[in-house]
């Protein structure tokens, strides 16, 4: 099981942050959209951050800080937040343009603001804090 818990775990956190990004979505808009469920992108908490920063904190839990292990996770997470937050996020805001030009239908909620990465980051983190320690 201990191999296993870096891929069971950031997969459990992964389905957990979009039950959270369903469940924020029925309440701020009263729909409920399954679709919402199975897309990752955009909305609250940012799922991609909450996955990446839940498998470099088992690395540096079961490996320590100065790990090479933590350093390459800690980089390949930083650059997924980056992306989620503002490669990601310009995009959406240009499909928003588009679609009210072309009356166009292309996706909007394609990134995050900065206090959906915040919290997708602090969600990851606590729960592979959480996880680890159960299993």
Request: proline fraction near 3%.
């Amino acid at each position: 099981m201990t191999s296993l818990k870096y891929i069971l775990i950031p997969m459990a956190v992964i389905i957990l942050s979009q039950t959270l990004k369903f469940i924020i979505y029925f309440i701020r808009s009263g729909k409920i959209d399954i679709i919402r469920f199975l897309d990752g992108m955009g909305g609250m908490p940012s799922s991609h951050s909450s996955f990446v920063t839940s498998i470099t904190t088992l690395i540096y839990l079961n490996y320590g800080l100065f790990s090479p292990l933590f350093a390459i996770c800690l980089v390949f997470s930083l650059v997924t937040i980056y992306d989620a937050m503002g490669i990601r996020y310009e995009s959406g805001k240009q499909a928003q343009v588009l679609n009210k030009i072309t009356k166009g239908n292309l996706k909007e909620s394609l990134g995050h603001k900065p206090i959906e990465v915040l919290v997708g980051v602090i969600f990851g983190i606590v729960m592979a804090v959480i996880f680890d320690m159960v299993i």
